[in-house]
């Protein structure tokens, strides 16, 4: 079966670290997006890309980066984890570009920056 | 731009009692309406989602959702829980006209249904 998968799902780092989070999905989607969840702000957009060689930051994106070199994958980076950075983390992916349509939610990334 | 508020972070109910959880939304554009759930360690899946027609739109495991234009709201509701429902939900929407599909995403409700 198709799925969207994250690794690793818990990571404890340490401030000015580097830090990636992998996200891998098998649906063959163009479509992919990062998220962060805190209590009481929902889910905030940080990247999203609508095909490869494409990325777009989202309303979150300071200090994250993102590259899409395959269909299949979006890692972000975080260039010098801070602790405000501490959050979890979700991936999702989506057919194709239309407002409509439903996106798909990997089981995320819970990151601790001490 | 958009915003999505929902009103109550946390709703505690008894199981088999009604529950509503309330959505209202801002926006200066049309846009779609998704309530999506996020049960315990997992990530987030599709429940219901208003596209146009009728106002009353029904999603699985037992729920609906009423689109009011004038009230901007979009109230999920379902007429008896059950434990399994334990699970915190969300209300997003998207900008009808945009080229894509990004979400914004109101705060969440969690939802604790008690025996």
């Known amino acids: 079966d198709a799925e969207i998968t994250q690794s690793p799902r818990h990571k404890i780092t340490e401030t000015g670290r580097q830090v990636t989070l992998a996200c891998h999905q098998t649906?063959?989607?163009?479509?992919m997006f990062w998220y962060r969840q805190d209590l009481g702000h929902g889910l905030r957009l940080i990247h999203y890309?609508?095909?490869?060689?494409?990325?777009n930051k989202g309303e979150v994106s300071d200090g994250y980066s993102v590259s899409r070199s395959n269909t299949e994958d979006l890692p972000l980076t975080l260039e010098s984890a801070a602790s405000s950075q501490t959050s979890v983390y979700f991936c999702?992916?989506?057919?194709?570009?239309?407002?409509?349509?439903?996106?798909?939610f990997g089981p995320g990334t819970r990151l601790t920056v001490l | 731009a958009q915003s999505v508020t929902q009103l109550d972070s946390q709703v505690p109910v008894f199981e088999e009692a009604p529950v509503e959880l309330r959505c209202n939304y801002s926006s200066s554009v049309s846009v779609y309406l998704f309530w999506y759930v996020q049960y315990p360690n997992q990530g987030l899946q599709l429940l219901l989602k208003y596209l146009s027609g009728s106002t009353l739109v029904k999603g699985i495991n037992g729920f609906e959702a009423e689109f009011n234009k004038s009230q901007t709201s979009f109230h999920l509701r379902k007429p008896s829980v059950h434990i399994s429902d334990t699970a915190e939900y969300f209300c997003?929407?998207?900008?009808?006209?945009?080229?894509?599909?990004?979400?914004?995403f109101g705060g969440g409700t969690r939802v604790l249904v008690k025996p």
């Open positions: 999702a992916s989506s057919e194709v570009s239309l407002a409509y349509n439903e996106q798909f």
């Open positions: 649906w063959n989607h163009n479509n």
């Open positions: 890309s609508y095909g490869v060689q494409d990325t």
């Open positions: 997003a929407v998207s900008d009808q006209a945009a080229a894509g599909n990004k979400l914004t």
